[in-house]
């Protein structure tokens, strides 16, 4: 098969060899090895899947979920991913899917990226039947279900997600978009996938700085919304960082248990999905200064968790212990990167976050350990004050 770097990619069959050894090939579903976790929505019901070894199967794992094969299957991926994870991909399809291209990085998260990926699905012939697979990190999550949700007004889509970020939250509850210079994920849409598997394997070829980033948006899930999950965390660190298959899946399964909760009884961030946002204020607003160029997005949620348990400890939703305590948990799945900004930068690009409303702008707290809240009476001072603490804490990383 050629292929071609940012080009839409026309595949032509496995061979009668290879198609005669799948079908000889047995396929199990041992619900012991594969958690199955139900994410239901009012616009749309689906599994996520999560275990070991389920590209091979990817097929007929979508089959079982009712997601039959149309004439045009999509695969959005990263050159990258591509390369390390091909072969295992394609192992149950009886015909190579299209394959596009996203270059990794948040500079390519943009809507003359989404142009490009839609006029290739057009010449290569997609249609409103076509089916889009994206199979990658975050961004080509995020990026892939905005181009699906707007290609021929809609097209249904599957998260395949190959880093630990991608897998414990933002392949799940239908966010997509894609980002602006003002900010990010300003330009979006809500488009739930059709199903989710996130095979733990591919976490055998992430670097180790994107898998601790990654373990930052759990460390988040388990503050706002689950103690046994800090537990977890906080006791076998070195198992995770190990990363043992066992402690990996019992995080990225409650993880995942957790935001599936949390979409069911607020699919469109209406209010309580809000607590999801954790960390991200200022963690968003710390990538945004630094041009997207020197933080990972989950070591951008760390510091960002940080300023907030800072603002949460000098408004008494957390005592000093359970400040110390978080912040060591934290820590535990560190170091975060040094940083060198000036407050009032970081002041400015908060500005733009997108869950500021009305001049309004809302930050998420924890109360205790395991429960978190929506304040929307920040001052300016505060969060000058937070900004500045948390970046001279920072600057001496």
Same mark, same amino acid.
């Given at each position: 098969m050629a292929e071609l770097n940012g080009s839409a990619i026309v595949a032509c069959g496995h061979s009668l060899q290879r198609t005669l050894s799948l079908a000889r090939r047995p396929l199990h579903y041992d619900k012991s090895i594969v958690q199955t976790i139900g994410v239901d929505t009012p616009s749309a019901k689906y599994n996520v899947h999560v275990g070991s070894n389920l590209l091979e199967t990817l097929v007929p794992r979508m089959r079982r979920a009712g997601i039959a094969l149309p004439r045009r299957v999509f695969v959005l991926t990263s050159p990258a991913i591509w390369a390390l994870w091909k072969e295992a991909f394609l192992t149950s399809f009886a015909e190579e899917p299209?394959?596009?291209? &996203?270059? %990794?990085g948040e500079k390519f998260k943009t809507l003359t990226s989404v142009e490009r990926l839609a006029r290739e699905m057009v010449r290569a012939g997609g249609d409103r039947g076509s089916l889009l697979i994206a199979f990658g990190g975050g961004i080509v999550g995020d990026v892939g279900g905005f181009l699906a949700a707007i290609f021929m007004?809609?097209? %249904?889509?599957?998260?395949? %997600?190959?880093? &630990?970020? =991608?897998?414990?939250?933002?392949s799940v509850g239908g966010k997509t978009g894609v980002n602006l210079a003002e900010g990010k994920n300003l330009i979006g849409s809500f488009h739930q996938p059709r199903a989710v598997y996130a095979d733990i394997r591919t976490l055998s070829t992430l670097p180790e700085r994107e898998l601790k980033a990654g373990l930052q948006e759990s460390v988040k899930a388990g503050i706002i919304r689950d103690r046994a999950l800090v537990r977890f965390m906080e006791s076998k660190a070195t198992q995770i960082l190990a990363r043992e298959p066992? =402690?990996?899946?019992?995080v990225i399964a409650a993880s995942i248990r957790m935001k599936a909760d949390v979409v069911h009884l607020d699919e469109?961030?209406?209010?309580?999905?809000?607590? &999801?946002?954790?960390?991200?204020t200022i963690g968003h607003a710390l990538e945004q200064a630094t041009g997207y160029k020197v933080l990972l997005h989950g070591e951008a949620v760390g510091w960002g968790m940080i300023a907030a348990l800072d603002l949460a400890l000098a408004r008494g939703t957390i005592s000093r212990a359970q400040h110390e305590r978080l912040e060591r948990l934290i820590a535990m799945y560190g170091p975060l990167p040094a940083l060198t900004l000036r407050p009032a930068r970081v002041v400015a690009a908060a500005g733009h976050d997108k869950k500021s409303i009305g001049g309004v702008l809302r930050f998420i707290l924890p109360i205790g350990i395991g429960s978190s809240g929506i304040v929307e009476d920040v001052t300016p001072e505060e969060l000058a004050e937070i900004a500045a603490s948390v970046l001279v804490r920072a600057k001496q990383a």
């Open positions: 299209i394959v596009l291209f &996203l270059e %990794p007004r809609g097209i %249904p889509f599957v998260q395949v %997600p190959t880093t &630990l970020l =991608a897998q414990v939250d933002s066992k =402690a990996l899946e019992k469109r961030e209406g209010g309580l999905r809000m607590i &999801l946002n954790f960390g991200h």
